[in-house]
């Protein structure tokens, strides 16, 4: 039987991975509310992301509490250490999909999206919906191998974040600034969300193994 | 006669400063290199960066092992867990001069900057120095005060943000598509860069009073 200390400590894994599961559907909605300008879903996303912001709080708060109480140490200490990083990451990645969203609120009834940029958006958001899927799983399961992999997919993110701007800046481009503007800024929020699922990813193998990789390399 | 305990955490304190000079004098250039096209103060900027990095990671060891060895309760693990915060959003900010300075790279010996947005770069720039002093000052000091102080500062880099926007999307605005995306991102580089500086802000207010201002409201 597990006692209290390290039930709270499992604790924070549940709590990490309800937050990856309310990030999840946060950036899923942004990126239907985006391609369909629905204004109700994009509303949703900036409601929900409150709920995300309150768990954070919550997790804060009793990770303070747990130490201040059992004072871990170890591969405890690394756990709450890492679940304050990853919480952390979690948070901004909610903030990101709402960014998403208030771009669709800013252009609705309009859409944001151009149509030649609605196949690449489609595939940021896929992209982004299996990083965090992942990253819920490595947070479970803690294994640094699938850890490791989430590099690929940042990959992934990159190359679509460079055919964005090859369209942007295509000669034949003729939707002028504005909307230049606000792809610009939602190409930005998909990657930031794709490095935030990473540094995650990086945690869980530091907290494995003790040290954190640099440049996808452990 | 302070012990080594206090002694260490006193170093954490001095840390964060110098993270905070090394981060300032980053945005400064990466401003001048900006407004200047000057590639060789750009990849000073881009170099330096390490330098920020290796420093929080020493910081984050040395407050891992902190903890193992002292346990440290109440006001003293507030202030290991704010400084492990306010270390993430100054590594951050040094990574956003550094984001500047690569447009800087990318451009050269072009300016990405048109000459109707050089003013406010400029005072973007300017701002994002005073928001960085003052946190600085207020790790320093444990002033609430000034830290609270520091929104009035976000809101000036806020409202600069929306001059950019307003100029990019005038009627006369006749650089095309490629510069308004450069302008796009660095004017969002400095807008999240006044944003990690209030957050460490917050960070120096949790310390000093155990909560969080909201919405810069204590």
Redesign the interface.
């Known amino acids: 039987m597990r006692d209290l200390y390290h039930e709270e400590l499992d604790a924070l894994t549940d709590r990490l991975i309800e937050m990856t599961r309310l990030v999840r559907s946060g950036i899923s909605r942004a990126t239907t509310a985006l391609l369909d300008s629905d204004l109700q879903l994009a509303e949703s996303v900036i409601s929900q992301d409150e709920e995300v912001d309150r768990l954070f709080a919550e997790m804060e708060a009793s990770i ?1 509490d747990l ?2 109480r059992q ?1 871990p ?2 591969v405890d ?2 756990m709450v ?1 890492a679940a ?2 990853m919480g ?1 990451d979690l948070e901004r990645m909610g903030d990101l999909a709402e960014h998403v969203a208030k771009v669709v609120r800013l252009r609705h009834p309009e859409s944001a999206i151009p149509p030649e940029l609605r196949a690449t958006i489609l595939e940021m958001g896929q992209v982004a919906e299996r990083l965090v899927t992942k990253t819920g799983s490595c947070i479970a399961s803690r294994d640094v191998e699938s850890a490791m992999e989430m590099h690929g997919d940042d990959d992934a993110m990159d190359r679509l974040h460079r055919r964005l ?1 090859k369209i ?2 295509a000669d034949d ?1 003729k939707h ?3 909307p ?2 606000d792809v ?2 939602i190409g ?1 929020y998909y990657e930031r969300y794709a490095d935030h699922a990473v540094r995650i990813a990086n945690d869980v193998v530091y907290l494995v193994t003790g040290s954190r990789p640099q440049d996808g390399v452990l």
Chains 1, 2 share one sequence.
Do not use: H, P
């Open positions: 303070f130490m201040a004072q140490v170890a200490l690394r250490i304050l990083r952390t701007f942007l800046l481009w002028g600034v504005e230049a503007i610009t800024l930005r």
